[in-house]
């Protein structure tokens, strides 16, 4: 298909989604109440650079969409908050491929690969979910079931949420519960709508690259054959966190949570390959990614926020990563909130400095397959520096509604040389 | 080509070698030890809070400057990004269980 007619249709798809989200969350405003409600849409671009990482994966990324929300509420029991958002994500790009590689036109794995040198591929990312807060009148205890959704050509995942908290102590402590689980379908070809309950459709089956399916991996008898590419692959994860916030005085207030995470099934990505070398370290093979069918991720925050004066706020927020691949990340993000004008024009600036201490599964220059085996980028050892500003504006008040601007950069870079940038406008308003 | 390879091993090569400098039994410990100093300290500040404070001490706190996330969108594009490009959970405490990262 011509690449205009792609990019036609993506657009189409594009302004679908987003006159849909539009209607779903304004339209669902008739229900609420005249009061604590708030409904917001904003635009975002993000583009990332790869300059480095995996040579033979480019994780080029332009990223553009629009997301709508709103928190309504219906009535002294019952909230709600519906999201809905839509993009256009074009990824990938021309790789570097050595010309020493044996087999990277044979492989199913590398067949992958040049299919991702042929240039960026489209994709139309699109998510929902819909939460509700109880609290019951006269009690304590908020609880928030949810349910989540996210289609994006090769991916689909569904999900239910739950969380509970409790105001004790005249609100200054309150400890929190939640849950989330996840079903994903991946593939590395397209899963058409059918996707949505885990089955390929016809879309799939001609999906890009089907041909690679005839090769018989003649590059190497000890290269595994990839698992055909209108194979869909499926991961469950299941999220638990406990925590609570603290008001520690009228200045000061605290939040920590730890976070366990377990995810298992399929978990390699199905479009990753990895080098193989020769004794003189000439790379000579592609071979797929394998990684375990299990991965225990716990995680720690902390943040803490300090009030000097009304209107400013400076905080911090911390977190450390530890899992059983081997994978150790620890982040800190120091922020200051101020103003331009009291209550109609602020700011917001941050910055996070992070250190990952990288997988055990990459091998370096491996000259035979291993049992786990992976050169994903976002598993290797890397800090990253990012930063960013926030710009709230109150534009107008009419009778008891607020309309209120908020526009925002947001920038990256890591020490292996991939980096991003983006913004987001948004307006949102209060009632 | 070669010369391209062979930089790109050194550079692999020296990293493992910075990595195997760095991670050794002393710094080990020591980063075990800093856990549990972080720990304790996030449970000092927590008895900190026994003492109450009532509703009309909150100016200060319910200000828009004192929150901890202050813009929804911006927060939904940052745990996309940052999940996605670290191989952590992202953000800080986000509920979301964590998605797959693919692109």
């Known amino acids: 298909m011509p690449v205009k007619t792609m990019r036609h249709r993506a657009a189409h798809r594009f302004v679908t989604i987003f006159l849909v989200a539009l209607v779903v969350s304004y339209g669902s405003c008739i229900f609420a109440q005249q009061t604590d409600n708030n409904a917001q849409l904003d635009i975002f671009v993000f583009n990332q650079e790869d300059h480095g990482g995996n040579k033979i994966q480019n994780e080029e990324m332009l990223y553009v969409g629009a997301r709508a929300s709103a928190k309504l509420k219906v009535n002294k029991v019952l909230t709600i908050r519906p999201t809905i958002s839509g993009a256009l994500l074009y990824a990938g790009g021309k790789p570097d491929v050595p010309s020493t590689i044996t087999n990277a036109t044979t492989t199913s794995a590398s067949q992958r690969s040049s299919n991702r040198a042929g240039g960026k591929s489209d994709y139309t990312p699109v998510t929902t979910s819909m939460g509700f807060d109880i609290k019951p009148i006269g009690s304590d205890w908020t609880l928030s079931p949810g349910a989540f959704f996210s289609w994006q050509d090769n991916y689909v995942s569904r999900g239910l949420d739950f969380s509970a908290s409790v105001e004790l102590f005249n609100g200054n402590f309150i400890p929190s519960f939640s849950y989330g689980f996840r079903w994903d379908s991946l593939t590395a070809g397209k899963l058409g709508l059918s996707g949505i309950f885990g089955v390929m459709g016809e879309e799939g089956e001609d999906g890009e690259g089907g041909e690679g399916e005839e090769d018989e991996g003649e590059g190497d008898p000890t290269v595994e054959r990839a698992p055909p590419i209108n194979q869909i692959d499926t991961r469950w994860t299941h999220n638990f966190q406990f925590g609570f916030t603290q008001i520690l005085s009228p200045e000061w207030r605290l939040n920590a949570s730890v976070q366990y995470t377990l995810q298992h099934g399929s978990l390699s990505a199905p479009n990753a390959v990895l080098t193989l070398y020769d004794q003189n370290k000439v790379p000579v093979l592609f071979a797929n990614e394998k990684l375990p069918n299990v991965r225990n991720r716990l995680q720690f925050n902390t943040r803490v926020r300090f009030s000097p004066l009304t209107g400013w706020g400076i905080g911090a927020d911390h977190s450390f990563y530890i899992d059983d691949w081997g994978i150790m990340n620890a982040a800190i993000e120091p922020q200051v909130d101020g103003y331009f004008v009291p209550e109609v024009a602020l700011w917001r600036a941050w910055y996070r400095y992070s250190y990952q201490w990288g997988t055990r599964f990459h091998r370096g220059h491996p000259t035979h397959e291993y049992r786990y085996q992976t050169d994903d980028a976002d598993l290797l050892t890397f800090s990253t520096h990012s930063g960013g500003a926030l710009f709230f504006f109150r534009l107008a008040r009419w009778g008891e509604l607020d309309w209120n601007l908020r526009v925002s950069g947001y920038a990256f870079s890591r020490s292996d040389h991939i980096l991003g940038y983006g913004g987001l406008v948004g307006i949102e308003f209060d009632w | ?103």
């Open chain 2, 1 to 103: 080509m070669q010369q391209y390879m062979l930089r790109l091993s050194s550079t692999r090569q020296t990293a493992m070698a910075k990595w195997s400098a760095f991670w050794t039994a002393p710094m080990r410990r020591f980063c075990s030890r800093a856990l549990m100093v972080y720990l304790l300290a996030n449970c000092l500040l927590f008895t900190q809070g026994c003492a109450t404070t009532e509703f009309y001490q909150r100016e200060k706190l319910n200000d828009r400057a004192m929150q901890f996330d202050q813009d929804g969108g911006l927060n939904y594009l940052r745990q996309k990004i940052e999940a996605a490009r670290e191989g952590s959970l992202g953000g800080f405490g986000s509920a979301e269980a964590g998605g797959c990262g693919c692109q």
